[in-house]
């Protein structure tokens, strides 16, 4: 069984930071992608920042220059970091894992910015 804990949230400044964490356990063999989503009260859920097995990543372009996605992979553990944050980047952030014909999902995490 494939579990994500993910850590890392909480209460922030505009123009704060801070840094998620989702570290994977479980038989995983082949990892297609990791990233993080996010989704705020009355929204659906959205891609924030992703990186495939090879190394490439993606970004939303509300985050573009702001967030910065990495990945550790001894630890098979993904991270986020996030600078400049803005009010509405509150949400619950989710990890996914991608391997192949599954995906997984981490519990969520709180990030309020306040202004």
């Known amino acids: 069984q494939v579990q994500l804990v993910e850590s890392g949230g909480g209460l922030v400044q505009a123009g704060g930071s801070l840094r998620l964490s989702c570290a994977a356990s479980?038989?995983?063999?082949?990892?297609?992608?990791m990233g993080w989503y996010r989704q705020a009260p009355g929204k659906q859920r959205e891609l924030v920042a992703a990186i495939t097995g090879g190394g490439s990543t993606n970004y939303a372009d509300s985050v573009k220059g702001r967030f910065t996605i990495s990945r550790d992979n001894a630890k098979i553990t993904v991270y986020l970091q996030m600078n400049s944050l803005k009010p509405e980047d509150t949400a619950v952030y989710y990890c996914?894992?991608?391997?192949?014909?599954?995906?997984?999902w981490g519990q969520g995490t709180q990030v309020t910015v306040s202004h």
């Open positions: 479980g038989l995983i063999f082949k990892i297609n992608e």
């Open positions: 996914k894992l991608g391997v192949p014909g599954s995906d997984y």
